[in-house]
């Protein structure tokens, strides 16, 4: 059974990502797909500059009406976060993980605004999780005023830098703030 949820998830991404960095089909494409330079996405923390840029101007374009692109393009982002911190923290072993809308809702990842249903998140090997689709969510609807792409996955990342707990701390770090979008 693992197997087959890897393969599931591992297909999910390639699919998404391809739809992010390589383009897909017309029907199935991110919204305002010309707005993205897609060739600067290398999976780099800084190319998070180039994603803050073009979700900006989703934002301000107010192209945010619920349909197909827009969950695309939520889901093809917050995958591309995602990505860039599991690769960049690997002693926490972050695996992606699918969560119902109320596992999402007990951990305070819902919005009013429309329902996901379920979503793909980060969960480290010591269950805590990583939520970057709420961190698309946020910059796509609040633009400018939301915190950033960058600042949320270098939050995550650096939180997550230090496998040995601090001095007089808890064998397990609190994340709350890197996590907040």
């Not at 998070?48 to 009406?65: F, I, K, P, Q």
Request: with cysteine; proline share 4%.
């Amino acid at each position: 059974m693992a197997d087959a949820e890897n393969d599931s998830v591992d297909q999910f991404m390639g699919t998404m990502q391809q739809l992010l960095v390589g383009g897909g089909a017309q029907e199935q494409d991110i919204v305002l797909p010309e707005r993205l330079d897609r060739t600067r996405l290398d999976f780099s923390r800084e190319s998070l500059h180039v994603l803050d840029d073009y979700l900006n101007e989703v934002h301000d374009s107010g192209d945010t009406a619920v349909g197909l692109s827009l969950l695309t393009t939520i889901w093809a982002a917050a995958l591309y976060v995602g990505e860039i911190i599991r690769r960049a923290a690997p002693h926490r072993h972050f695996q992606w993980v699918t969560i119902s809308e109320t596992e999402a809702s007990s951990t305070g990842a819902t919005t009013q605004q429309f329902s996901l249903g379920s979503l793909r998140a980060l969960r480290a090997q010591d269950g805590e999780l990583c939520l970057p689709s709420r961190a698309v969510l946020r910059v796509i609807l609040r633009g400018r005023k939301a915190r950033s792409l960058h600042s949320f996955a270098r939050g995550a990342i650096e939180a997550t830098d230090s496998p040995e707990p601090p001095p007089g701390g808890s064998a397990s770090p609190s994340f709350s703030g890197a996590f907040a979008g």
